[in-house]
Structure formats: C-alpha cells, structure tokens
Nanobody, 118 residues
Framework: QVQFVESGGGLVQPGGSLRLSCAAS????????MSWYRQAPGKERELVAA????????NYADSVKGRFTISRDNAKNTVALQMNSLKPEDTAVYYC???????????WGQGTQVTVSS
C-alpha cells in the first residue's frame, strides 16, 4: 500500500534552515512527480514545491521561491525539501505526496511540524 513518512521538522528561529525528508513506498516512485504540501492552522493544504520524475522540472509556490529547494533520490525513494531563510508564515505541518499539484494518492503520511518562531 502507498505510504509516506515525513521527517525533519522542528522549531527554528526566523532566518534559520531546516531540511525535510520524505520516504515513499508502495508505488513506482521513479515514474511520478513528487510534491511537498503544507497546512497551517485554520488554512487549507497548499502546494509548496513539485519535482518531476527525473528531477529536471522543479516548481515552487511564489511564497517560497528563492528560499526552498526540492530534490529527490530515486534510488532511495526519497524526496527532500531544503528550507532556508525561514519566516513565521512558513509555520505549518508539511506533507509529501506523488503528483504535480493534485495529489496522486488519497493516503497521506503523518506530516512533520515546522514552527518558525523567536
């Protein structure tokens, strides 16, 4: 069955950095776009970044362009999100899923909490 396990979140001061990781299983990882999403309290889940199957195409939400970098390792079935220059408005639970924008699968992992606060 499809599974996503996110990790790497935590509490960081504004301007700091975090690196999130997602381990995926249960589908042919190397053939799918992969995306990171986030959901802040009281808000809908939103797309943060997406990467094509071979890693050639990368898309970012305007709010994170120039600060976040998405990458993937098809040999390990993992996708990462390097987050720099973090802002309080980046505070959210971060999730990964397959697909570009619209999630390919209905199942979600537990997410990883990112809190940016002084």
């Amino acid at each position: 069955q499809v599974q996503f396990v996110e990790s790497g979140g935590g509490l960081v001061q504004p301007g700091g950095s975090l690196r999130l990781s997602c381990a995926a299983s249960g589908f042919t990882f190397s053939t799918y776009f992969m995306s990171w999403y986030r959901q802040a309290p009281g808000k809908e889940r939103e797309l943060v970044a997406a990467i094509s199957s071979a890693g050639v195409i990368r898309n970012y939400a305007d709010s994170v362009k120039g600060r976040f970098t998405i990458s993937r390792d098809n040999a390990k079935n993992t996708v990462a999100l390097q987050m720099n220059s973090l802002k309080p408005e980046d505070t959210a639970v971060y999730y990964c899923n397959a697909g570009r924008g619209v999630p390919s699968f209905g199942s979600w992992g537990q997410g990883t909490q990112v809190t940016v606060s002084s």
